[in-house]
């Protein structure tokens, strides 16, 4: 299977949720027991760095968004 990597958009948002509760389902995303709400995502990413891997029939297979870390 194909991938291509493509800017995340908003409209993209229920994908790539549904791929984040497939990984704290795993225990393998992060700590917390279901993912956050796109106002709350968006508040905690950048506006840059926000990827999805699309396959070829347009699925979201996969997706990376950097988050700011505070400079101490």
Do not use: Q, Y
């Not at 508040?43 to 760095?49: I, Q, R």
């Amino acid at each position: 299977m194909n991938f291509t990597l493509d800017p995340m958009t908003p409209e993209d948002w229920p994908d790539v949720r549904a791929v984040f509760a497939e990984g704290l389902a795993a225990g393998l995303a992060a700590f917390m027991s279901k993912p956050p709400d796109w106002d709350e995502w968006h508040e905690g990413h950048l506006p840059l760095g926000r990827l999805v891997a699309r396959a070829s029939d347009g699925a979201i297979a996969g997706w990376a968004a950097l988050t700011p870390v505070p400079d101490t």
